[in-house]
């Protein structure tokens, strides 16, 4: 069973998304919070399997709250689900630590799908905003990527986890996740497949 607390300040989103997946085998929703601060509150008292994160609440947005989330430690996997794939907030969720980004109009089982995978603590993007983030980060090719990303990248060709390229390098997991945000951003690729086999292209893994 995947525990889920659901942040979002419209009430009737709040509402579809419970509904959604309390009527799916395998999931409990066991909170709602209207803003960030109290979604803090909530998943530092329920410890949800994973919190769905609306990223602009008036009161406390998700930025806030995922990065305070991380500071205190917290196991619980953050989505971020945004209604828009240009959402400025995006690139600085990833590197406050959030585990993926969907966007509201996802069809519900990715929806479930990328529940699950954040629950196992795997990267979900939705294809839209993965290329805007990697647009954002910078234009491919423009900078040769640095030793450390290059450490991370060879990690990643030999199927490792974020979990243990973090404990590999002595690093945390979001530090993980912003290198390969920058990894993606500076070979043009959109997740880590594409990423290792441009790569290999290039001869930066031989």
Same mark, same amino acid.
């Given at each position: ?74 196991? #619980?996997?953050?989505?971020? /689900? %945004? ?12 590197? $406050?630590? *959030? =585990? ?15 529940v699950r995978a954040a629950a196992d603590g795997r990267t979900v993007l939705s294809p839209a905003v993965a290329s805007r983030l990697v647009k ?18 060879a990690l990643v060709a030999k199927g490792t986890s974020n979990r243990d390229i973090a404990k ?6 979001? #530090?993980?996740?912003?290198? /390969? %945000? ?12 594409? $990423?290792? *086999? =441009? ?8």
């Open positions: 069973m995947i525990t889920l607390v659901v942040a979002d300040d419209h009430p009737v989103v709040r509402d579809g998304l419970r509904g959604m997946f309390e009527s799916a085998p395998g999931f409990a929703v066991l909170g709602e919070a209207a803003d960030g601060v109290a979604a803090v509150d909530l998943v530092v008292r329920l410890d949800p399997d994973v919190v769905l994160m609306d990223l602009r609440m008036p009161g406390g947005g998700g930025v806030d709250a995922i990065a305070e989330l991380t500071r205190r430690g917290a196991r #619980t996997r953050v989505l971020v /689900l %945004t209604t828009y794939d240009t959402d400025t907030d995006t690139l600085p969720a990833i590197e $406050a630590g *959030a =585990t993926g980004y969907l966007l509201k109009d996802a069809p519900r089982d990715e929806l479930f799908a990328a954002r980060v910078r234009a491919p090719g423009d900078e040769p990527l640095s030793a450390r990303e290059r450490g991370v990248l590999e390098l002595f690093i945390s997991e979001a #530090t993980v996740k912003t290198h /390969l %945000t920058h990894i993606y951003g500076k070979l043009g690729a959109k997740d880590r497949a594409a $990423a290792v *086999a =441009t790569a290999y292209g290039r001869g930066i893994l031989g």
